[in-house]
């Protein structure tokens, strides 16, 4: 029922970059797109949301072309701590219905 | 920082036996969901509430699963007979989203982890 599409895992080392990509081709005109992480044994918790173009805060950047099918997480410098699942949503069609897909395992090594 | 409360955080029971899940959203939030986290998996809707009302348990096994939020309020949410596969983390969000206000963030409490004997 997801109406996302992200890759399964994703391997990195300390101090790269990583960028997890989320395809949503069906997403509204008006819906926000929005990422949340989840560590083992707790529940998801938000990262970041955009609408258009490029959001920063201070633990991620999230671009949006401006076809808006598709957003791309970026996280700069990881660290061992930003091993994780981290999951792109949409609303699902009324009242702001979220539904998770399996999201993208991160892996980050020493 | 306000936080979505839930208890108990573990319950271990037998199966055939009920249980039941508390959920205290942030104050103010209208809007409430039950999901479900199957090990390895992604958090499955079971049941959204807007306010009082359930606007979503198309995913919520009716035959023994059962949700109220009385007062638009906190939440229950009962399972009567446990079964094996019943066997998950419970988690509770809550969000300020209303129809035409909000962006719609979740925020989620620690979860109930349920082990079905």
Redesign the interface.
Known sequence: L?KTTQPISMDSYEGQEVNITCSHNNIATND?I?W?QQFP??????II?GYKTKVTNEVASLFIPADRKSSTLSLPRVSLSDTA?Y?CLV?F???????????TRLAVHP | EAEVAQSPRYKITEKSQAVAFWCDPISGHATLYWYRQILGQGPELLVQFQDESVVDDSQLPKDRFSAERLKGVDSTLKIQPAELGDSAMYLCASSFWREGRGTGELFFGEGSRLTVL
């Open positions: 997801a926000y929005t949340y044994s707790q529940g998801p918790r938000f949301q699942v999951y609303p069609g009324g009242y702001n219905k979220l539904i998770f897909g399996a999201g």
